[in-house]
């Protein structure tokens, strides 16, 4: 388990990230949600190694990544979240497959890794970009005009009011 930054940073840990990928030892690198342990409050993700990748081993030939962006799934509690049986699941589902999962997983070849220079932040290799939602401009516009009209009434009603109290 290592805090984010251990993904991107670059100096010492990028040495150690090339290495290690290079060695081809590493086989998942999953992003887990904030708050999850009592003992740390950031994200933090898991790096999974598989020695049967090395030289000689059972893997060897297996050199992609999986990463798994696991951050949204969690049960939120007042001090700390949890994750559920469903979502340890969806995440061990997720590794066993080792197959694309829209917004969830992506399976990035060494060479996609070797191209962002040995960087294993997330958010490069898992797209979880939302549309936002299209504003209707002319609704809107709809939306105040109405309520224009009806402040120009209770204002109206208010001066009448007003009046009859003789102030």
Do not use: C, W
């Amino acid at each position: 388990m290592v805090p984010h930054g251990v993904l991107f940073r670059s100096a010492a840990e990028g040495r150690i990230r090339e290495a290690v990928l290079k060695e081809n030892l590493l086989d998942a690198v999953i992003g887990l949600p904030e708050k999850l342990f009592s003992t740390a409050a950031i994200p933090v993700a898991l790096l999974v190694f598989d020695l049967r990748r090395e030289a000689g081993g059972a893997l060897e030939a297996q050199k992609d990544i999986l990463f798994v962006d696991a951050s949204k799934e969690f049960e939120s509690g007042r001090n700390q979240n949890t994750l559920t049986d469903a979502h340890i699941d969806k995440i061990f589902a997720a590794v066993e497959a080792r197959e694309e999962v829209e917004k969830f997983a992506h399976l990035a070849s060494f060479d996609e890794v070797a191209e962002n220079g040995f960087n294993l932040n997330i958010p490069r290799y898992v797209d979880t970009f939302e549309e936002e939602e299209e504003i209707d401009l002319a609704a809107v516009q709809a939306e105040i005009d109405r309520l224009d009209t009806e402040l120009a009434e209770t204002r109206a009603r208010l001066r009448q009011h007003l009046k009859e109290l003789g102030i």
